[in-house]
Nanobody, 123 residues
Framework: VQLQAFGGGLVQAGGSLRISCTASGRTLSIHNLGWFRQAPGKEREFVAAIAWVDHGTSYADSVQGRFTISGDNAKNTGYLEMNSLKPEDTAYYYC?????????????????WGQGTLVTVSS
């Protein structure tokens, strides 16, 4: 499975941005698609995840109510809609694919990772 993330950029605080992740290869093996982020000097942290089969979702507390994860199975693409962005949301955002639905908020559950896309929120 190969993953490619798109759509990062610079946005003002309070603004919105949507980033995308397209999967290729053995996409039928994907159970969960997740988004993680890593700010400079910090650990990579869970943001959101979606189960490919039933589109059940999970969110980190820090983004609950502001971010929405969705997926288009026909396009093998997942999306992360980010609203009410804050400067502390600034980070590289990574998409990842897991082959099972176990512990979707843990980095170790994900086997495949895409390259990061940078989201910068100015104050």
């Amino acid at each position: 499975v190969q993953l490619q993330a798109f759509g990062g950029g610079l946005v003002q605080a309070g603004g919105s941005l949507r980033i995308s992740c397209t999967a290729s290869g053995r996409t039928l093996s994907i159970h969960n698609l997740g988004w993680f982020r890593q700010a400079p000097g910090k650990e990579r942290e869970f943001v959101a995840a979606i189960a490919w089969v039933d589109h059940g979702t999970s969110y980190a507390d820090s983004v609950q109510g502001r971010f929405t994860i969705s997926g288009d199975n026909a396009k093998n693409t997942g999306y992360l809609e980010m609203n009410s962005l804050k400067p502390e949301d600034t980070a590289y955002y990574y998409c990842a694919a897991a082959l099972s639905g176990v512990r979707p908020i843990q980095r170790s559950s994900y086997r495949y990772w895409g390259q990061g896309t940078l989201v910068t929120v100015s104050s």
